[in-house]
């Protein structure tokens, strides 16, 4: 299984941007998908999440500017972010398998992609 993100970048403060994650290796339809962060110093944290039957659940930090959504046929997560801000810098992840609130599921698997660097500068 592979998880490939991509969409970061360097982004003035109010700009937006657009990430993207890529699985393969098998189908995922199942599973919820999920978008994480770890900045600088701090402890990786859910961003947004999404089941399979659309339901999503976001960090109360980004409601209202980000929206995650995802296409089952083509086994892809999108995070649409509007109104950056300073302190959404950092690595972002995609996930498949945690829960909509960022939980292991015992037994359920737990993917990760190598992360994608969003930079906003003030």
């Known amino acids: 299984v592979q998880l490939q993100a991509s969409g970061g970048g360097l982004v003035q403060a109010g700009g937006s941007l657009r990430l993207s994650c890529v699985a393969s290796?098998?189908?995922?339809?199942?599973?919820?998908m999920g978008w994480y962060r770890q900045a600088p110093g701090k402890q990786r944290e859910l961003v947004a999440a999404i089941r399979s039957d659309g339901e999503t659940n976001y960090v109360d930090s980004v409601k209202g500017r980000f929206t995650i959504s995802r296409d089952n046929t083509e086994n892809t997560l999108y995070l649409q972010m509007n109104g950056l801000k300073s302190e959404d810098t950092a690595v972002y992840y995609c996930n498949i398998g945690r829960s909509l609130t960022g939980q292991w599921v015992n037994f359920g698997p737990d993917y990760w992609g190598k992360g994608t660097l969003v930079t906003v500068s003030s």
């Open positions: 290796g098998s189908t995922f339809t199942k599973y919820v």
